[in-house]
């Protein structure tokens, strides 16, 4: 079993920060990727940014410049730290962990967290 534990959502003004955190806990052997998608009312779950366990960085190109992912990989634990917030990165932010046993990888959620930036 794998356990994926969200924190750091919450509300912001406008041009304000939050950091979300991310850490996956339990039959871990190996973790390949770490990521975060978001979902806004009514649209599809988009992915926001992603780590490989090599540290190569992936971003949308609506947060590129403002967000940045890291992670530690002692402690399965991967981080988003949004700055500038607009009011359209409003959304149900998820984390994503990326579980290899073997041959096989398996995708893991957590259960999200919401962030709202709203004056």
């Known amino acids: 079993q794998v356990q994926i534990v969200e924190s750091g959502g919450g509300l912001v003004q406008p041009g304000g920060s939050l950091r979300l955190s991310c850490a996956a806990s339990?039959?871990?052997?190996?973790?390949?990727?770490m990521g975060w998608y978001r979902q806004a009312p009514g649209k599809e779950r988009e992915l926001v940014a992603d780590i490989t366990s090599g540290g190569r960085t992936n971003f949308a190109d609506s947060v590129k410049g403002r967000f940045t992912i890291s992670r530690d990989n002692a402690k399965n634990t991967v981080y988003l730290q949004m700055n500038t917030l607009k009011p359209e990165d409003t959304a149900v932010y998820y984390c994503?962990?990326?579980?290899?046993?073997?041959?096989?990888?398996?995708?893991?959620w957590g259960q999200g967290t919401q962030v709202t930036v709203s004056s």
């Open positions: 994503n962990v990326e579980v290899v046993v073997g041959p096989v990888t398996y995708d893991y």
């Open positions: 339990g039959s871990i052997f190996s973790i390949y990727g």
